[in-house]
């Protein structure tokens, strides 16, 4: 229908002028952006193929084709040793304007090279207490800066909840 919201997931790699427009094109009016981080070694260490600045210029390029719903995607309660800082990844995520903010807690899966890693030691997760700490420092930011916590990894700008994630939980049809 006219008012469906129709969401693409994307890596900030992926989004070139020609893509943001093509997507738009075709009636995407939602892209969620798997940013992770603004810091080149978590990024490093996570394996992703983009840089910081990428994910600037891809929201840009979708603002530019006129995307009217942008969400970025972050992780938080990564391993201490990578010495991130989170509130700087805030600080730069609030100043890209997003809609939307989707926070994931890094959890270790077995099975995967992060499993692995953790299962011989060469790295550890974050504490309890720390994975903790960013989630609450987070919530206080983003609430600051007028942001709304809808659901457990959700937060957006009055009016601009996901309506997709919100069918999950209310078991709603989707199409996906």
Request: glycine share 6%; proline share 6%; charged share 30%.
């Given at each position: 229908g006219p008012d469906a919201e129709?969401?693409?997931?994307?890596?900030p790699e992926d989004v070139?002028?020609?893509?943001?427009?093509?997507?738009?094109?075709?009636g995407i009016n939602r892209v969620s952006l798997g940013a992770?981080?603004?810091?080149?070694g978590v990024l490093q260490w996570m394996h992703r193929t983009h840089g910081p600045d990428d994910i600037g210029r891809a929201v840009?390029?979708?603002?530019?084709?006129?995307?009217?719903?942008?969400?970025l995607d972050l992780i938080f309660g990564l391993p201490p040793a990578l010495g991130r800082d989170?509130?700087?990844?805030?600080?730069?995520?609030l100043a890209l304007e997003p809609d939307h903010l989707s926070l994931y807690g890094l959890t270790v899966e077995p099975h995967t090279p992060l499993g692995r890693w953790v299962d011989r030691g060469q790295t550890?997760?974050?504490?309890?207490?720390?994975?903790?700490?960013?989630?609450l420092a987070?919530?206080?930011?983003?609430?600051?800066?007028?942001f709304e916590h809808y659901e457990v990894s959700n937060y957006a700008m009055p009016g601009r909840a996901s309506r997709h994630n919100q069918a999950y939980w209310h078991r709603s049809p989707y199409l996906g």
């Open positions: 129709i969401t693409l997931e994307a890596n070139t002028p020609a893509a943001a427009r093509a997507w738009r094109a075709a992770q981080s603004f810091e080149p840009a390029r979708l603002r530019d084709a006129g995307m009217p719903n942008l969400s989170w509130a700087r990844d805030l600080d730069r995520a550890r997760t974050a504490p309890d207490d720390g994975f903790a700490a960013e989630f987070a919530d206080r930011r983003l609430g600051a800066a007028g």
